[in-house]
């Protein structure tokens, strides 16, 4: 199943023409996840891969940089005429929150549910789940997430079953989905089990040793780099982490690959990269548009996806339709 993280904006507090607020769209076979929705969200969706219809959306804490394009993002749903309900989720407070921002932009038809999270909450999905974890900002109540998948089973010894006396057919089947076939058991043909994949968004926050073991073994932590190492005091005072902690915390979880986001306009965003991977080697630094796609551990590691070389890649596919003589 297709699962991959979308960077919809990539700034800090202030966007630039280049990178927008802070959102994330997490995409996961048909569900779509947003998480955080700074102003000017629908607008870097339209203008890349469109206004799609999301599944839920998750915020980290309620200052004005990752939630303000929430209200026009739901009065466009329902100008479109959406009638599925839409879950948002967030900390404590978010009901009052979004109850008083929609009195300003104006009610929708379509069903809100508004569901304040507690560290320690699970939310069941198909073969997921979503935890909030505490993080360490200004805010008393911000959250990170952790989504993770549950393992899955071992892969099947046809040859061992048939041994076994398990004809092929539709008794393969039944023994993969954990039956008893035949007197045979799944744990005699099924390899060991084979772990599910896990990304966890960090929101903004100081180091936080919370996060740290939440990010355990993850395949990919988003994780904020506000400052560089230079003004680390700084990031200490504001609730926001360097680019070397950031790398720090990645190496320390045993994490697959870190991608730095929520950049400031006061630093290039080179120096932060140097600084991370002279730590975690295995950091990457999306762009806007950008993409990570996330295969099974079993078939290779996350990889960053280019927007621009992806957009190239496909006007030639569409030239050499047009023209296949070339």
Known sequence: MDFSVFFVGTAGSV?????????????????????DCGEGTQRQLVQSVGLTELTEVFLTHFHADHWLG??????????????RPLAIHGPPGLRELVTL??????????????VELAPGDVLERDA?????????????NALGYVLYEAPRPGQFNPDVAATLG?????????????????????EQVLGPPRAGRKVVISG??????????????ADLLLHEATFAEEERDRAAETGHSTAGQAAVLAREAGVTMLALTHFSTRYP???????????????????DFDSIDIPFPERGDPELVRWDEQQADAVEETDAVADPAR
């Open 128 to 140: 997921y789940k979503v935890a909030p974890v505490p993080v360490a900002h200004r805010v008393s």
């Open 269 to 287: 965003v080179g120096l932060l990269r140097d600084e991370a991977r002279a730590i975690f080697p295995r950091t990457v630094l999306p762009r």
């Open 101 to 114: 921002a929609m009195r300003v932009a104006g009610r929708v038809r379509f069903e809100l549910e508004l």
């Open 204 to 217: 903004d926050t100081s180091p936080s040793e919370t996060l740290r073991i939440a990010s355990h073994e």
């Open 15 to 35: 966007p630039t023409a280049r990178r927008g607020l802070p959102a994330v769209l997490v995409r996961r076979g048909g569900d779509r996840i947003l998480f």
């Open 166 to 186: 398990v004809p092929p057919g539709p008794e393969f089947g039944r023994l993969q989905r954990g039956e008893t076939v035949r007197g045979v058991r799944p």
């Open 70 to 83: 929430l209200p026009g993002l739901l009065k466009t749903f329902d100008l479109r005429g959406r009638e």
